[in-house]
T-cell receptor, first 110, second 113 residues
Framework: GEDVEQSLFLSVREGDSSVINCTYT??????LYWYKQEPGAGLQLLTY?????DMKQDQRLTVLLNKKDKHLSLRIADTQTGDSAIYFC??????????FGSGTRLQVQP | DTAVSQTPKYLVTQMGNDKSIKCEQN?????MYWYKQDSKKFLKIMFS???????INETVPNRFSPKSPDKAHLNLHINSLELGDSAVYFC????????????FGPGTRLTVT
């Protein structure tokens, strides 16, 4: 079955770059997503990448996809305290529902 | 003008009770979902409906029954609640196809005592 894995925790200093990593097992994944969850809130879609792309940039966010290694990363430039949250990687193949990773808790130190 | 709304936000109930959680979306989407997030934040799909028809039904106890009266609503009814049902339940919606972006509701925190 599909599996998506992430490290559980990342701590960075304000102003530094954060890199959150994700690996997945399903080679037929067509879309890969990054969601952000703030405490007590629902999931907010940050960005997504189609599987035939290897990079996507959106303001402070850069997504890198290595399809050969089934590795996805999210880089947040100039990380701010407001970026502290849990970040979920998710993948989808065909019409299947999303399969989520376990989430990475990002802590930004002032 | 909330996009995806859920009621109630918090639900505390005793084992054995029956309860419902409601979800509504005003985005004009044709597909709606229920996800369960456990205490370790692991998020897993439970059900998906497209145009009021069930299209995904993961391995969920039959005590859980989704009901979609129309495209804009997907309610979750739970019979004979158990301690292990305690979790945060998220509703989401999307259009079928394209980039398949799912928009999530704020969640309903269910606590079974």
């Amino acid at each position: 079955g599909e599996d998506v894995e992430q490290s559980l925790f990342l701590s960075v200093r304000e102003g530094d770059s954060s890199v959150i990593n994700c690996t997945y097992t399903d080679s037929s994944s067509t879309y890969l997503y990054w969601y952000k969850q703030e405490p007590g809130a629902g999931l907010q879609l940050l960005t997504y990448i189609f599987s035939n792309m290897d990079m996507k940039q959106d303001q402070r966010l850069t997504v890198l996809l290595n399809k050969k290694d089934k590795h996805l990363s999210l880089r947040i430039a100039d990380t701010q305290t407001g970026d502290s949250a849990i970040y979920f990687c998710a993948e989808r193949a065909g019409r299947r529902a999303l399969t989520f990773g376990s989430g990475t808790r990002l802590q930004v130190q002032p | 003008d909330t996009a995806v709304s859920q009621t109630p936000k918090y639900l505390v109930t005793q084992m054995g009770n029956d309860k419902s959680i409601k979800c509504e979306q005003n985005l004009g989407h044709d597909t709606m979902y229920w996800y369960k997030q456990d205490s370790k934040k692991f998020l897993k799909i439970m059900f998906s409906y497209n145009n009021k028809e069930l299209i995904i039904n993961e391995t969920v106890p039959n005590r859980f029954s989704p009901k979609s009266p129309d495209k804009a609503h997907l309610n979750l009814h739970i019979n004979s609640l158990e301690l292990g049902d305690s979790a945060v339940y998220f509703c989401a919606s999307s259009i079928a196809g394209a980039s398949y972006e799912q928009y999530f509701g704020p969640g309903t925190r269910l606590t079974v005592t």
